[in-house]
């Protein structure tokens, strides 16, 4: 049978399987493969009304004004610093606390504990943020309340740039932190209780225990996830920062994504905005390819 | 594994327990602190700085509040689109998924990358922008949902359950005559349920928290879901009176509304949260471990 014929029958007898695929891959055509070819209009001047077609082609010049943009460097060092303050701060606090639940004896406590902590995962950034907002505000927020009644000065911490950093970290860990101990405790839970009698006949104290076998158990998980998050490393979150973002810190808050929708929707700079956007996402894509390398290289099973 | 019952590890046991019983307070007090000044009176929050269980319940921050419209209004609104966009999302991420986890379709490798690439690298915010206008969505409700169709993450988990479905499931089925329409919706999804259940849920929160695609495609206040209202409430204060209403002549202190918003914008996840956490770390974890 001829492949032409073999290919008819395999239409013909999955014809209803093709149907089903149709429309998803319509839609991805649609929204994502079609803005990609929108990318396009970063190497023009677009006008709306003239389409990609009939705009004029400036060749590398949105680009040339980027990076010759002081706002680049700020936007750039800006993003570099969230993005290492994260791993600092927020990637060991999962590993931490997946070692103590996995030390909690009653499996009831456990549960508890981990249902508790799960749950900020699951609110908007929206309600993060405005929770923070009704705690911090100088106007009857609770944190200047107790600031105040200790006999110290209320802070402005909504409004000044040097707090915008530990605010965004300690809401991330907030919010993430315990949902991220889910993949940590899988790892532990695959580790030999055998190693666990071992270690106690050589008197081996929790403390060890948790040191030298639980930790070095799961090193291959960490490594991965530490790798993969390099991968990530322009993706800080539009909506937190954004939520976040406001002239009086504009100088430490501005990332990427939130200077494409600055420039971009409420300016118009629909060309100059692609352009940023672009940048981020090839460098993106770059860091993703590389992260991926590198866990291969490492001698796990890469993700992609 | 038998334990150990020295003097060492109960102080251990004690120290690490009651570390991660502050870690939860941590995570909850905030809530607690949000719901109870929620319900306090203007008095009281005037006059007690660390505000948890206020001692005299009132509802008037919410009397208020939806006295206003905009909330009662942006809450439908989020409530109609968490359903129609849950629905709309599982009825096409399910038959994507299970197309592409049949094996001899033509070009499924190519396809199926086709998806996964979208994860790597996409057009961004502006191009995405200007389809959306194109393709006519701009203040409407569907500019909240259509772009958001198919998230790949959970259309792969889904491919990957029905591929560890046994393959005799869709065989018998064939022998009786159905097609694969049928197949699908009678015999595949009924033994899906787990995983359609916890996907359902992760594109309902996602649903339910939409804040980004409502500020870039809705202009008009009135379509906002609820989570504008909130930033519009509490970040910038000053939406409070938008569509200029008042209620009774003393208005109670703007504290206790922004706590009852954040409680309205909140609320339908913290109350169906005990039912569906069993389904959200099991998901969670299939993500994880991945295709």
Known sequence: MSGTARMMRNLARNKWIYLMILPGLVYIIIYKYIPMYGLLISFQNYKPYRGIS???????????RLFNSPDFWMIFSN???????????YFPVPIILALMLNEVRSVVYQRTIQSIIYLPHFMSWVVVVSISYVMLTMDGGIINGLIESLG??????LLSPEWFRPMYIIQVIWREAGWGTIVF???????????????????????RQMWHITLPAIRNVIVILLILKIGDILELGFEHVYLLLNAT?????????????VTGIQQGQYSYSTAVGFFKGFVGLIMVIFANWLAKKYGEEGIY | MIYDKSLGSRIFNLINGTLLAIIALLCLLPFVHVIGSSLATNAEIAARKFMLVPTEFTFDAYRYIFSTNNITRSLLISVVVTLGGTLWSMFFSV??????????ILGRRFILFLFVFTMLFNGGMIPTFIVVQKTGLMNTLWALIIPGT????????????FQNLPDGLEESAKIDGANDFGILFRIVIPCSMPVIATISLFYAVTYWNTYMNAILYLNDASQWPVQVWLRQIVVLASGLNYDGSIYNDTPPPAQSVKMATIVVASLPIILVYPFLQKHFTKGALLGSIKA
């Open chain 1, 79 to 89: 993003t570099l610093i969230l993005f290492v303050l994260q791993l600092i701060f």
């Open chain 1, 152 to 157: 110290y000065e209320k802070m402005n911490f």
């Open chain 2, 95 to 104: 038959m994507t998924a299970y197309g592409l986890s049949r094996k001899d």
């Open chain 2, 150 to 161: 198919i998230n790949v993450f959970n259309m792969i988990i889904l491919r990957t359950f």
């Open chain 1, 185 to 207: 405790l899988a790892a532990i839970a695959a580790v030999d209780p055998q190693l666990y009698e071992a270690a106690k006949m050589d008197g081996a104290n929790r403390l």
């Open chain 1, 249 to 261: 810190n504009r100088e430490v808050a501005e990332i990427f994504d939130t200077y494409v929708y």
């Open chain 1, 54 to 64: 009939g705009s004029d082609w400036v060749g590398l010049a949105h680009f040339e």
